[in-house]
């Protein structure tokens, strides 16, 4: 009878400590908020402080500041100073919290999101066809506008 509670005990106690030590790591921007961009087609620009990791899954072209990982491209060009633009299909847009960065997409299959978001968000989606969707916060998951929308608030922002 000891041996089951000793391990009962134990897997608890390394689940408790895998659950600080992930929690530890977390970055929360203050002010942010949960963003969520589902299987956009047409354009997302937003501007903004936080962690965001984001996918192009189809053809598309991303315009991001210096302080913005994007991968699996097929051609970059730097821009002005500061900003590149990515060309390709596949890319993948990886943002550390930190200082403010901004990202334009532009494609099919567009996914993005991030737990603790600050800033301003700007959709349009493609003329027919599948929109997609995005979330901020609490409130409901809507379709990608149409019609260019923005700055939408994400967080307790002023845009």
């Known amino acids: ?95 550390e919290s930190g200082p403010s960065w901004r990202v334009r997409i532009r494609g099919a299959h567009v996914y993005g999101g991030g737990p603790s978001v600050r800033g301003c968000l700007w959709l349009n989606a493609v003329d027919s066809g599948k929109t997609g969707t995005y979330k901020i916060g609490t409130h409901r998951t809507r379709a990608w506008p149409r019609k260019r929308t923005g700055p939408l608030r994400v967080g307790s922002v002023t845009c």
Do not use: C
């Not at 302080?67 to 993948?92: C, D, I, P």
């Open 1 to 95: 009878m000891l041996r089951p509670t000793l391990t009962l005990l134990t897997a608890l106690a390394l689940a408790a400590a895998t659950a600080a030590a992930g929690n530890a790591g977390l970055a929360r921007t203050p002010g942010g908020a949960q963003l969520t961009l589902q299987n956009g087609h047409g354009f997302a620009k937003l501007v903004a402080r936080g962690a965001f990791l984001g996918r192009v899954k189809g053809h598309g072209k991303v315009w991001a500041t210096k302080n913005v990982s994007v991968n699996h491209y097929g051609s970059k060009k730097r821009v002005n100073e500061g900003v590149f633009r990515y060309r390709g299909r596949g890319m993948s847009i990886f943002v």
